[in-house]
């Protein structure tokens, strides 16, 4: 194996960013860490295994967002060892965060306020629009789980699963709680598995004598967890989870993909990527191994999701839960995704446009949302 230097690993790094920013490489700052560059998610994850591929061993999970350059000291002889980088003064790690992030304030003390709660995957900001349509005058706050450190690790150390969704329920609780005036009326809307941690906090709210203050529990295409729908990872189906990846990499790269996984198993990625680029969903010189990575980190926070679910046996609440269901759900020939076990009234299931990652960009969508929360379930 060839030795490669500090060096050649920043001349590598220099000419990639240069490409996929559409900048001189003269341009590229080697002093800005790596995600201060104008990159999305996808671009940085695939640059990561695209490097990792050239120098013949792997970095640590976050190595590249908390450096600039590989230093003297990185290895390069030893295939798949991690790496140590150390280019810069160690980058501080951000201290915690509240989890609540203010998107629409309130116009009065008795205004409806509605908590959304988010999972990741997506950016936070794929809530705006959602914010904007809703009723006038109506408070809208996001509780982002990625702010929740333990939740975070989870994803790059399976181990340190040592919070669960109980726990995550109360923190966002809490944080609701302080944040909204003690008699102003609430609805909880949890997308994805953000519904399930919704549907926790609904459990805590009434036990904290809460209740009558929640008006609406609104899930997007969240999959309930209850036995008939958990599976253990070995159960998890590679055909439907390389389905849920395309669409996610479409609504990341905000372009449509046509493409359904084919036959045989160790074709589908390669595939998928010979789709994305010749629709130009992603650069076309972006190399398989770059994918793979992608494809490794999403996997690893759907398993991450699905252990914390496997985990959670809730009883049911006694009021109404409302399902909002994409044409392309993650499970489409399933009605109600196991909620109404979990209620003792009537699941309220809406069929709205658009898949699991789209359906908050769909306008016809977030009418149907601001009309749910403008007149709220019998509960």
């Not at 953000?194 to 929640?214: D, H, I, S, T, Y």
């Not at 650069?283 to 699905?306: H, I, M, Q, S, V």
Request: proline share 8%; aromatic share 8%; hydrophobic share 45%.
């Amino acid at each position: 194996m060839q030795h490669v230097t500090a060096e050649d690993a920043q001349a590598w790094l220099i000419d990639k960013l240069a490409t996929r920013l559409s900048i001189d490489p003269e341009q590229v700052n080697v002093e800005q860490y790596f995600d201060e560059f104008d990159l999305d998610s996808t671009e940085a994850l695939i640059l990561a295994g695209e490097l990792e591929n050239w120098l013949g061993f792997e970095l640590e999970a976050t190595a590249l967002w908390y450096t600039t350059r590989p230093s003297p000291r990185s290895p390069s002889t030893s295939p798949r060892r991690a790496a140590t980088v150390s280019p810069l003064p160690d980058r501080p790690r951000a201290a915690a965060r509240p989890l609540l992030a203010r998107l629409r304030p309130a116009a009065g003390h008795d205004r409806s306020h509605v908590y959304a709660v988010h999972p990741g995957a997506l950016a936070a900001s794929a809530w705006a629009p959602a914010a904007a349509a809703l009723p006038e005058g109506a408070a809208f706050g996001l509780l982002d789980l990625q702010l929740v450190p333990e939740y975070f690790a989870a994803v790059f150390a399976p181990e340190r699963t040592v919070i669960g969704i109980e726990e995550l329920a109360a923190r966002c609780l809490a944080e609701l709680t302080a944040a909204r005036p003690a008699d102003a009326p609430f609805a909880l809307v949890g997308w994805s598995f953000g519904g399930v941690v919704a549907f926790e906090m609904a459990r805590q709210a009434e036990r904290a004598g809460l209740g009558e203050l929640l008006t609406d529990l609104v899930l997007l295409d969240s999959i309930a967890p209850v036995p008939d729908y958990q599976r253990g990872e070995e159960l998890l189906e590679p055909e439907m989870l390389l389905r849920w990846f395309a669409m996610y990499l479409a609504a990341k790269r905000e372009q449509p993909l046509d493409w359904q996984p084919g036959p045989v198993a160790e074709r589908r990625l390669p595939e998928l990527l010979a789709a994305a680029t010749a629709q130009g969903v992603l650069p076309a010189d972006t190399e398989l191994p770059g994918l793979r990575k992608l494809f490794d980190t999403y996997l690893a926070g759907l398993r991450r999701n699905n252990r914390f679910a496997l985990a959670y046996r809730p009883g049911a609440l006694d009021r109404t839960i409302t399902l909002l269901k994409p044409a392309d759900s993650l499970l489409p020939n399933d009605g109600s995704l196991g909620w109404d076990q979990l209620s003792t009234r009537p699941l309220r299931h809406l069929d709205v446009a658009g898949d699991h990652y789209t359906m908050l960009r769909q306008p016809a969508n977030l009418a149907v949302l601001a009309e749910l929360l403008a007149e709220p379930a019998a509960v």
